[in-house]
Each structure stands twice: as C-alpha cells, then as structure tokens.
C-alpha cells in the first residue's frame, strides 16, 4: 500500500509543472469537460477534490458557480500549483485513505482519472461518507476497461504502469463498494473508455435532484 503511494506521489511530482499540457493532462482535461455538464452544485457549497492535480477541475466549476472549493493529492508539487490557480481555496498533501476534513462537511466530492491509483478504495469509501453531508453527492470519472481486458491486464497493472496504477474497476465494483458505506441512487455513464459514477449518500437531500 505504502509502494503505490509513493510511486504516485515521485510519478507526479515529476509530471507536476509540465501536467496541464502533457498527453495526460490533455485526457485529464477531456475528463473534465464530460464530467461538468453531467453535475449539479449551487453556488457556495463546499466541493473537494480528491486527486486534485493542479486543481483545474475546481477552477473550472468555480467559474461557472462560485464554490468553496478544497483540494488534496498526494504530490507535493501538484498541491502548490493547485495553489497558485486557486488562491482562495484550501489545499491539502494528504491520500484518500484518511480525509483532513470534519464529519459532515461537503456538499460534494470529485474524483477524475485517479480511482484506479487508491490502494485502499474501501477506506477511500469509508471517508467519503464521513466527510459528505447527508444527501451529498460523489462524482467518479475513471477509465473504463471491458471485462475481459480487465480480467486479462489487472494483475500486471502495478508491472505496467510506473505511475502507482493499482487496478481498473468496473461500475459494478465501485457501486458495490460505496453501497458498503452508506450510498445509494446511483448512476451509471460509459462512453468509450470513459465511465462516470455518480452516487450519493444516504439521508436528506443537501443538492439539487436536477441531475437524476
């Protein structure tokens, strides 16, 4: 668990300055552009941003509907670039395992092109219900791997990728594992090699229902 992290964190912290117009940052961004038209937030709310990179999905929604945004990745570098974009949001070094947040205190949580770096997506889960009010919403862009590709690529993921790649989820896998914490009325979109899992979490309705 401890190898995987640090391969992300020397991996981007080596990516870092050069990111946003790397090849990755490019299909990052691509994310993000299919990922904004699908959510809904209101002006003012509290959204993190797990894995935020150089914090340029919190930037872009913040220009549309002012958000109070908060950030965390697990390189150095990332974070004070997140930084440097967005002044007036708070940003943290941390992993996913264990969110610097209180209990209750985000309408909404972010995650694009990362969930197949968390070790531990069921402590991530875990967190996830902690740290969101009742009725809030996670949103989970990833790259999506047909069945057999992934039965067939899975175990040598960590061999092939250098970056702390771990393993590629389907949308089974992860509703499954966030059911396990206490999040329900879900849905599901696959384009390509592109899936977007929207979940929330149990208990009354904290964002708009414009979405489902």
């Known amino acids: 668990m401890a190898d995987y992290s640090e391969r992300s964190r020397s991996a981007y912290n080596e990516k870092a300055d050069g990111y946003d117009n790397s090849r990755e940052g490019q299909f990052t961004r691509r994310i993000h552009q299919s990922l904004l038209p699908l959510m809904d937030w209101q002006s003012d709310q509290s959204i993190l941003d797990v894995a935020c990179g150089t914090g340029s999905l919190l930037a872009a929604m913040n220009t549309r509907k002012q958000i109070r945004g908060f950030g965390i990745d697990i390189s150095e570098r990332m974070i004070e670039l997140a930084k440097m974009r967005n002044p007036g949001m708070e940003f943290h070094v941390a992993g996913c395992e264990k969110l610097p947040y209180p209990d209750a205190s985000m309408d909404a949580i972010t995650v694009c092109a990362a969930y197949h770096h968390f070790s531990d997506v ?4 875990k967190e996830a219900g902690r740290v969101l009010k009742p009725g809030g919403v996670i949103y ?12 067939l690529v899975n175990p040598f993921v960590p061999l092939l990728f250098k970056g702390g790649d771990v393993r590629f ?6 509703l499954r594992n966030f059911a396990r914490h206490g999040f329900s009325e879900a849905d599901v979109k696959t384009t390509g ?3 977007i899992v929207t979940m929330r979490k149990n208990g009354r309705n904290n964002i708009s229902n414009a979405y489902y």
């Open 122 to 125: 069921g402590a991530f889960a």
């Open 169 to 174: 989820y389907s949308p089974k896998e992860i």
């Open 140 to 151: 989970l862009a990833d790259m999506y791997v047909p069945s057999l590709i992934k039965i």
């Open 193 to 195: 090699t592109l899936q």
